[in-house]
């Protein structure tokens, strides 16, 4: 049974830090790429970083720079470091694998995600 545990978000103001991590259960996580999503309200859901299963990492335009992925493959663990944060930066964060996980009988799978708000 796959599983995706975000947390780490948070109130912060803008300027600052934020890391994210993503517990993994249920996948076979080191062969997979796995990606840093966010959806703001009123958006829709985008891939803002991803780190391939041989480490090779991509980002959106409006976080490089700025956002660093990364993987723990012995802890089944993503990260998402946040640096120089903006308020455009708020919304929920989810990770997943990129392609997204999708199972047989509801379709895409997302975990919770966990909030983040930049905000003075």
């Known amino acids: 049974q796959v599983q995706l545990v975000e947390s780490g978000g948070g109130l912060v103001q803008p300027g600052g830090s934020l890391t994210l991590s993503c517990a993994a259960s249920g996948m076979f996580f080191s062969s997979n790429a796995m990606g840093w999503y966010r959806q703001a309200p009123g958006r829709q859901r985008e891939l803002v970083a991803r780190i391939s299963s041989g480490g090779s990492t991509n980002y959106a335009d409006s976080v490089k720079g700025r956002f660093t992925i990364s993987r723990d493959n012995a802890k089944n663990t993503v990260y998402l470091q946040m640096n120089s944060l903006k308020p455009e930066d708020t919304a929920v964060y989810y990770c997943?694998?990129?392609?997204?996980?999708?199972?047989?009988?509801?379709?895409?799978?997302w975990g919770q995600g966990t909030q983040v708000t930049v905000s003075s």
């Open positions: 997943n694998r990129d392609p997204p996980i999708v199972l047989r009988t509801t379709g895409v799978y």
